[in-house]
Structures are given as structure tokens and as C-alpha cells.
């Protein structure tokens, strides 16, 4: 592959760190109830909208948690369609290196408040200087995740970020990292956690009706690296295709309209963990939590032509089971259970589940143990997941996926895929996240970044 040339752009001028306060400390919905509370007892002639005070049903402006969106495709517009129907939500801007996505992203927003206030940006960092904006959705490729996380934490956002959060090892450290230090919010796009049918599974392995937990199966891609580029295309104006941002800290390449259109997938410089994070981190996730392990991460990791063997310091395995093809047979599983499924092993039964809804269990005396039907939800709704991201907003309580869940099972993933890659055992060490006499495996933890791009 041709060497990386490395851009030295001039960055354009950097946010201004805000804090969302009045000059008095107070913050935002704060200083606008008390604002709103002032208007309402001053006496005649002022008439105070009931919609501004938070009557018949409406939400006062107060009680909204003002969103931006950074990077508006598919998934995110995915997103974004269950966060307009929150009525304490109120999108006010986009950004996006692509002009057609932010045409398209606005015409969504608009159409949902019939109105034309929804603001649009090229370049993320000028909607992060704005103000009056809370909290940000985050919905880029791979590559931007977690840099735009740590700019939009530094600037004072609560974050919601799509999932994978961070292209490394040291992009995860990093954004944890960064949301410790600053206070912020966050919840990465893992939203399994709030899917009901997977609730119940990981409740049903923490109740220890399943005897002693053996042995977690999670499903991932079969694993690959494309290094190769694709052919170079004249690159089109940056109004159109900011083709520099949108590469960011990723290595120079030609412009081709295929990357920008989505292709940019399985490609080493644009993707996480040789494919492996694309449902591994939804699934290691799971099998985290069904485990109890939130705090910590698999200490081994052993490759083989089926998949990754990890052991727990508990004794505890977890399995990463190579698929042929995304929706294809996946020998071994339950095939009615759709995408991302999970199975936890006891030594006195089983409960599997995946996006379909369904709920697999063994023994069928532990059916009695679900107490209700599930199936009707899927794995792939946001809804739930959003409502507790923006009520911690609101609380700054703590998010189902908050940055800490997110840093251990995202390392788990990318140890797993480390280990695939170099073909040999790993063994890391939990407290430090540095792999145990293996020089090139730590050298892996992390990637040159692209200036000025790098955090």
C-alpha cells in the first residue's frame, strides 16, 4: 500500500470551552425558569404563554435539553427519529462534511417542528461553540467518534455517541478519560442495555438461576483488514464533500466517492478492531455485564479459526463466535434469534436471546423465570436508550453505557481483535490495560493521528 502522506492543514480556529451558566453561575434551564417564573407573577399586562410555563402537556423551554447532531447518515438518522419524539428535546443543529446529508438531515428536522430553525454546519467545531446547545449526538464513521466526543465534552456537551467509541485502545482511554475530567454525560450507542429481552437474560444470569456462570457466548464478525485504496476521483468542492474533515485523523488517501457514500467500512484506516467492534461491542458488552464485570475486562485472549477464547481472573470464559456472513447460519446459535445474539451457560441452564426478541432457554422450568413476554421489542430500537441518556442529562446521573462501561468492554473488544490479528495469545493486564511482555501488542494499542485532527 502506498505510504500515508501527512497533511499539515492549518486548523481553522479552535471552540471556545463553554459552560452552559449566566454570568450569576446558574445554568441554562435555571436562569430560563426563573426567568419564566419572574414574567409569570409580574402583574398585568404581561400574558405568559402556557406552553412557555410547562401547562396543558406542553414542556417548558426551561425542562428541553437543546441537542446538535454531529454527522447525520443512516444510523443516525436512525437515531435521531426516535430522539424527535421526545417531548423535552428540541434539535437545533446539524453538522455534516457532506452537503446532501445536512439538506436531508434539516429537511427531518424542520419537517417534525414545521419550522426552519434547525441550523446547519460544515464543520462540527462551529456548532460545538454555540451555547445554547446541551447535549450532541454523535453519529460520524468509526474514525471521528471519539475525537469529536473528547471536543464536544471540552466544550461543555453532554455526549451520546454511536458506537464504536473509539477507533484504539488509547481512543477509549482517552474519551473516559476526558468525560471523567470534565463532568459530563455520556452514553455510548450500545443500546442493548435498555432492550428488554436482553434485560431479562442478563437478569437471569445475575439471579444464579443458572447455577455458576461458565461460560459467554457473544457473536461477532469474522474479522478482516482491507488495506488496499480505492481508485482516485476528482474531489469535489468542500461545500459539497469537505473531503479533509471528513478523512480527520485518519491518514491521507485520494477522494472516491464509494467512502463517503458508506464503503468506508472494513477498511484498517476508517474502522475498529478488523470489523470485530461492529457487533462485538454490543455483545462483549452484554456478556460484561451478564458477568458482572463492568469494572474490569477479560485477562486472556486466544485466537483460533472459529473465534477468540478470553478468560476472566473468575475462571470465567467468554467466547467470540466468528459468523460466516452477518445474517447467514451461525452454527451453534438458535437461527430464529436474529442479529447480535448472546447465550450465558451455568452449570444449571442456559438463557440466549438476540435482536428478534426471543428468549432461549434451558431448562424449559426456567421459562417460568421470565414472568413475561418480550419478543415484541428489538435489539436495534433506540428509544429507551435515548430516555435514559437524556434524563441524566437532566439529573447528571448516571447512564446505563456510560463512559466507564464503555472503556472495559471496548478494550475487551479491541484486545480480542489484537490477539486475531498478531495470531497468538495475549494476556493484559486489567488495572494498567497494557498487554504482559509484548512489546508490539502495546504498540498496537494505539494509531498515529493526523494533524491537526489529533486530541
Known sequence: MPRPIRHQ??????????????????????FLRRSLATTAAASVPWIVPASALGQNGEVAPSEKVTLGVIGIGPRCTYDLKAMLQLPDVQCVAIADVQASRRDAGKALVDGHYQNQDCKLYRDFRELLARKDIDAVLIATGDRWHAPASILAAEAGKDV??????????????????????????FQAGTQ?????NFQQAVALAHSGRLGQLRTLHASVYTPSIETTWLPGEPTPPREVVDWNLWLG??????Y????VAGRWRGYWDFDSGAKLLDWGAHTVDLCQWANQSDETLPIEYEPSDTGITARYANGVQLVLDFLKTPFGQRPGWVQSLGTCPVRFVGDEGSVETGDSGEIVVKPESLKSQLGRDYQKTVGLDVSAHARDFFDCVKSRGTTAANARVMR???????????AWILQRKLTIDPATETFINDDEANRLRSRPERDPWNV
Not at 9 to 30: D, I, K, L, M, Y
Not at 192 to 196: D, Y
Not at 256 to 259: H, K, P, T, V
Open 256 to 259: 472516491n466517492s464509494q467512502y
Open 249 to 254: 485523523p485518519a491518514p491521507w488517501r485520494p
Open 9 to 30: 492543514a492549518s486548523p481553522p480556529p479552535q471552540p471556545r470551552r463553554v459552560a452552559h451558566s449566566s454570568p450569576s453561575g446558574t445554568n441554562r434551564r435555571e
Open 192 to 196: 442493548r442495555r435498555s432492550v428488554p
Open 408 to 418: 472495559n468492554s471496548h478494550i475487551a473488544c479491541h484486545a480480542a481483535a489484537l
Open 160 to 185: 451520546y455517541s454511536e458506537k464504536p467509541c473509539g477507533l484504539t485502545i488509547a481512543n477509549c482511554q482517552q474519551l473516559a478519560d476526558t468525560i471523567a475530567r470534565t463532568g459530563r454525560v
